[in-house]
């Protein structure tokens, strides 16, 4: 069993930044995905951005330019580097990982963006 613990979400002015982290409790896992999503009141669970099989990582077109997915593989542990914070980003954020077949959510963690 796996458990990510995640951390750093809060309320953030326009404008402003955050730093999400996600920690594995398993160090010696190997992840095919990490990723990080995030749902919006009365909205979908979306992807926001990922690393797969490549290390190239992919982002949503809404996040592109702003947000900045990294990882540091020796501990599992994911982070996500939102910039230039909009009110429409305001949503619980949520990582993801994969490893054969069985997926594992963080618990999410809220971000607010507003004056």
């Known amino acids: 069993q796996v458990q990510l613990v995640e951390s750093g979400g809060g309320l953030v002015q326009p404008g402003g930044s955050l730093r999400l982290s996600c920690a594995a409790s398993r160090s010696d896992f190997i992840f095919s995905t990490m990723a990080w999503y995030r749902q919006a009141p009365g909205k979908q669970r979306e992807s926001v951005a990922s690393?797969?099989?490549?290390?190239?990582?992919d982002y949503s077109d809404s996040v592109k330019g702003q947000f900045t997915i990294s990882r540091y593989i020796a501990n599992n542990t994911l982070y996500l580097q939102m910039n230039s914070l909009k009110p429409e980003d305001t949503a619980v954020y949520y990582c993801?990982?994969?490893?054969?077949?069985?997926?594992?959510w963080g618990q999410g963690t809220q971000v607010t963006v507003s004056s």
């Open positions: 993801y990982f994969e490893r054969g077949g069985r997926n594992y």
């Open positions: 690393f797969t099989r490549s290390s190239v990582p």
